[in-house]
Structures are given as C-alpha cells and as structure tokens.
C-alpha cells in the first residue's frame, strides 16, 4: 500500500470548515483513499473513499488532485464532536480480506 | 450502516490469567475480520486476520499461541488473549468485511484490557 502523510495536528473553530490534507504521491492506479475517524476511547468510523473522482457524502467531501498524488477531506461544518483523529489510507480495494494500515493520522481539534 | 460489537467493553484481570474478547457483526455477515491492538497515543496495529472456518493469519511478531483466535461463524469472532501479563494491557479493536456488499470495514468499539 501507498504511503501517506498527514499534519500532526490541526486546529479548527466549530461551524468552520475543516480541511484535512493528505499527500500520497506513490499511489498506484489501482489504489483508493480511504478516511476513517477514531473518536477517543472508540473504535474507528469509516468516513468515505474515492479513486479519482471528488465524493462527497453526509459526512464530508473527499477531493482528490488530478494527479491523485494528495487528497482533502472536508468536514464543512465542523462541531465539537468532529474532534477526533483522522487516518487517511491508501489501498487497493478489493472483495478479498485486506487489513487497513493505519498511520499517525491527524488529531484534529474543533474549539468552541 | 453495518454494526460491529465487541464484549465486553472493557475488562481488568490478573496477571497469569486468560481473557476472551468477542466480536460480532450484528446485521451482516464477515468473511474477515481483524483484529487490532492500540497502545496509549498510538495508531492500531494489526494483530491478525481472521476467516471464518480457516485458521488465522497472524502478523510478524504476534505470537499465535497466545492470541488465540476463533471465528466459528459468519458473525463471531473471538480473541483469547493467554495467560495474560501487564504489558498486555491494551485497546482491542475488531472490524468486520462484509463478503461482497463493499470495500468497507466496519470496526467495533473496542475492549480496554487491564491485566494487574
């Protein structure tokens, strides 16, 4: 799986938006991005995935460069309860059992 | 959504002692499910993979004989953690993938074990 590089940290202030960035300049062609959420003490929430296109979904946007090299997920209102850390994954999606590699991720506060 | 429980929910026991954590799909089915294991300020580590009626694949350095796993069924998994000791102490974490309904996996809410 692709290597990918988050921010440590990141501060955001409620009902701003949140945006996450995540660089994954090996990926191949065959691999998606992946954001999941952990939730201190709690178990990791998948958030949403992508190829190539932009998605979005109830809980965020997932923009993705042209060159798939780096992505952005966007949280557009965020809340208290959005803090959390945030993993972005690379991986080929596939029908078989493949586990998720997590990295350090991005510990994203949201003040009042 | 797809929902995954773990029991219990957290867990403390004496060192010397074993404890079995499960973990079920509760409106799905898995054919594979992981199990993680998250130190303090740490990122989940993948302990093994599991598929229901075959053995476990266990990663590099996890020793098989102490993290005993079973996945019996189609919803159950379960992880036996073997005269346990204090640097066992952990947050355990399962997730679940569904056959062929999505890319997805589905995680628990994890078992914080305490081993004195």
């Known amino acids: 799986d692709a290597k990918t590089t988050q921010p440590p940290s990141m501060d955001c202030a409620e009902g701003r938006a949140a945006n996450l960035p995540c660089n994954h300049s090996?990926?191949?062609?065959?691999?998606?991005v992946y954001w999941y959420r952990q939730i201190h003490s709690q178990g990791p929430q998948y958030i949403i995935h992508?190829?190539?296109n932009n998605e979005t979904n109830e809980m965020a946007s997932l923009i993705i460069t042209e060159d798939r090299k780096s992505s952005t997920l966007i949280l557009p209102h965020a809340t208290l309860r959005d803090t959390a850390v945030y993993y972005c994954i690379v991986r080929v999606a596939s029908h078989s059992g493949y586990a998720l590699n997590f990295g350090k991720g991005t510990s994203l506060l949201v003040t009042p | 959504g797809a929902v995954v429980s773990q029991h219990p929910s957290w867990v403390i026991c004496k060192s010397g002692t074993s404890v079995k954590i499960e973990c079920r799909s509760l409106d799905f089915q898995a054919t594979t499910m992981f199990w993680y294991r998250q130190f303090p300020k740490q990122s989940l580590m993948l302990m093994a993979t599991s598929n229901e009626g075959s053995k476990a694949t266990y990663e590099q350095g996890v020793e098989k004989d102490k993290f005993l796993i079973n996945h019996a069924s189609l919803t159950l998994s379960t992880l036996t953690v073997t005269s346990a000791h204090p640097e066992d102490s952990s947050f355990y974490i399962c997730s679940a993938k569904a056959g062929l309904a999505g890319n997805e996996q589905f995680f628990g809410p994890g078992t914080r074990l305490t081993v004195l």
């Open positions: 090996t990926i191949s062609g065959n691999e998606y």
């Open positions: 992508g190829l190539k």
